[in-house]
């Protein structure tokens, strides 16, 4: 493998894995549509030879995605030893992780009415718990997570895209996600700040129907004691991150951004710090998770 690298610039590598039912058919269609190239399945000791024969086509085949999954033997072991390999020889190995709650899985293998691939003669629920301890690891090593729990088709397809389709890859991107502390924490979540110290507008009639993209909600959440010191230090915070992230070759980032609902204040700061890493140079992409819900 070392003299075949080592001859030809190797392709740009995303390595697509997760749980299953989690999206990754989905995220490797998006990623087919950026014009790269797809291998589905592919057991991770295959990994090297797969680069290997793309670095030979001189430039015809410059971005490579595997599709990983448990079904492969030893799977956890091999594939953190194959992308430590990769990444000691200079290729940029990226890991995808999808994932997704026990609740939104269990719905979509009843949906299609398959079994888990791990569920064996036990029940799907226990395949699941089997599989998501076995991708721990992994999970703990990816460059960027994607919870699908309460997205279809097309929003993690267009999630996807939204990572992958500029041409520009060492500009770091972010996703901002506003959610409600009710609602749970968001499990791809980097970084989490807490909201809740402000003053909630929801105890201010004329702004309870509102939420925190309007301008009276921002402007009274921004306005609050301790708003703008909170945006201040976290701001030196995610400088840091950025810039670490940056040497470490990871180039994405979750930041969730909390209220007790997800509707008035966390969506007002959220905004607000996605402007601010826009001005910090980072592709930003905001979104507000729990909004609607109350």
């Not at 492969?72 to 072991?77: I, V």
């Amino acid at each position: 493998m070392a003299e075949g690298l080592s001859a030809e610039l190797p392709p740009e590598i995303v390595i697509v894995t997760g749980m299953s039912g989690a999206g990754r058919s989905t995220a490797a269609r998006a990623l087919e549509d950026l014009d790269w190239f797809v291998v589905d399945n592919l057991p991770p000791g295959l990994l090297p030879t797969m680069i290997e024969l793309a670095g030979r086509t001189r430039g015809a085949v410059p971005r490579v995605a595997a599709v990983v999954d448990v079904r492969s033997m030893a799977f956890t072991e091999d594939l953190l030893s194959t992308v430590e390999a990769l990444r000691s020889r200079g290729i940029a190995a990226r890991v995808v992780f999808l994932e997704a709650s026990d609740e939104a899985l269990v719905r979509r293998f009843e949906s299609v009415r398959r079994p888990h691939p791990l569920q064996g003669e036990g029940r799907l629920t226990d395949g699941i718990a089997r599989e998501r301890e076995t991708l721990r690891a992994i999970r703990g090593e990816a460059d960027l997570v994607i919870d699908t729990s309460q997205s279809n088709v097309h929003q993690l397809k267009a999630k996807v895209i939204g990572f992958f389709g500029e041409a520009e890859e060492a500009k770091p991107r972010a996703n901002v996600v506003s959610f409600g502390f009710k609602h749970g924490l968001p499990v791809d979540a980097d970084l989490v700040l807490d909201c809740r110290f402000l003053p909630n507008p929801h105890w201010v009639p004329e702004l309870r129907p509102l939420n925190g993209r309007d301008g009276p909600v921002r402007e009274y959440v921004l306005a609050q004691g301790g708003a703008k010191e909170m945006l201040d230090a976290y701001t030196e915070v995610l400088r840091l991150l950025i810039e670490g992230y940056r040497r470490e070759g990871k180039h994405y980032m979750t930041l969730a951004v909390g209220c007790t609902g997800g509707k008035h204040r966390s969506v007002a700061m959220a905004e607000r710090f996605g402007e601010i890493l826009g001005e910090e140079g980072v592709e930003v992409h905001v979104v507000h998770r729990d909004v609607g819900r109350e």
